[in-house]
């Protein structure tokens, strides 16, 4: 059974500081108190990070025996045991299921640069 520690080191939230970018036009447009654009630019922050975490386990799925070879990497959850690739192929089904929820209603554009 995955273990929620081991799905958080997987999915990397310390990395989603950097899709905080989406969130720069609507505090430079002074909208940052207006309903609508803030709650339009967080959901493109979820939905960038949520995409940045499927990225990442893909990666761990398809670099895991050369992972398992790297000091350092061979410690992430894939490469390490402590994350099968089964549970690891559910967690992008589920992270893309959120994702299509997140960025339902959106306009396209963003769609497919998010793609």
């Known amino acids: ?7 958080l080191r997987l999915i990397r939230p310390k990395h989603w500081v950097k899709n905080g970018f989406v969130l720069a036009p609507v505090i ?3 909208e940052l ?3 609508d654009p803030l709650v339009l630019a ?3 922050f979820f939905a960038f990070c949520l995409c ?8 761990d799925l398809l670099d895991a025996e050369a992972d398992r ?7 992430r959850p894939i490469a390490a045991g402590t994350v099968s690739l089964l549970e690891a192929v559910l967690l992008v089904v ?3 299921a959120f994702t299509v929820a997140t960025v339902q209603g959106m306009d ?8």
């Open 1 to 7: 059974m995955l273990q929620p520690g081991e799905a």
């Open 28 to 30: 430079f447009a002074r």
């Open 33 to 35: 108190f207006s309903a």
């Open 42 to 44: 967080v959901r493109a």
């Open 52 to 59: 940045a975490s499927i990225v990442y386990i893909t990666n």
């Open 69 to 75: 070879l790297h000091p350092e990497k061979r410690r």
């Open 94 to 96: 589920a992270l893309f």
């Open 108 to 115: 396209r554009r963003f769609i497919v640069v998010l793609c």
